[in-house]
Nanobody, 117 residues
Framework: QVRLVESGGGLVQAGGSLRLSCAAS????????MGWHRQAPGNQRELVAM???????NYADSVKGRFTISRDNAKNTMYLQMNSLKPDDTAVYYC???????????WGQGTQVTVSS
C-alpha cells in the first residue's frame, strides 16, 4: 500500500522554526527520490526541496540557506527543517514520492504551515 503522511505543521512567528516529517511506505521510500512541495492560496504547487536515495539535495532559490531536507532510510521518514521562516512561506506543505524524472507520483495529504508577521 502506498502511503505518505506529513506532520509537524503549525503556526509560528516570522523568524521562527518548524520541522516537518513525512512517514512513507517502504515500497516508495526505498526506491524513490522524495520531495517537499508547497501550495499557497491562489498559487500553483511548487517544489521546495528534493532528496535522492543517496542523499543528494536540491532546493528552490527562495529557501536556500534556510531550509534543510533530510531522510532517514532506516525509518522510511523524510524531514524538512525550516528556519528563519517568513510570512511568504505560509502554505500547505506536501510530501511527494518522485519518479525517475523527478516528477511527483505519490502525494501526502499535506500539512498547513502559517507564518505570522
Amino acid at each position: 500500500q502506498v502511503r505518505l503522511v506529513e506532520s509537524g505543521g503549525g503556526l509560528v512567528q516570522a523568524g521562527g522554526s518548524l520541522r516537518l516529517s513525512c512517514a512513507a511506505s517502504p515500497s516508495i521510500f526505498q526506491v524513490a527520490a522524495m520531495g517537499w512541495h508547497r501550495q499557497a492560496p491562489g498559487n500553483q504547487r511548487e517544489l521546495v526541496a528534493m532528496i535522492t536515495r543517496g542523499g543528494n539535495t536540491n532546493y528552490a532559490d527562495s529557501v536556500k540557506g534556510r531550509f534543510t531536507i533530510s531522510r532517514d532510510n532506516a525509518k522510511n521518514t523524510m524531514y524538512l527543517q525550516m528556519n528563519s521562516l517568513k510570512p511568504d512561506d505560509t502554505a500547505v506543505y506536501y510530501c511527494a514520492g518522485l519518479d525517475s524524472f523527478d516528477t511527483p507520483r505519490y502525494w501526502g495529504q499535506g500539512t498547513q504551515v502559517t507564518v505570522s508577521s
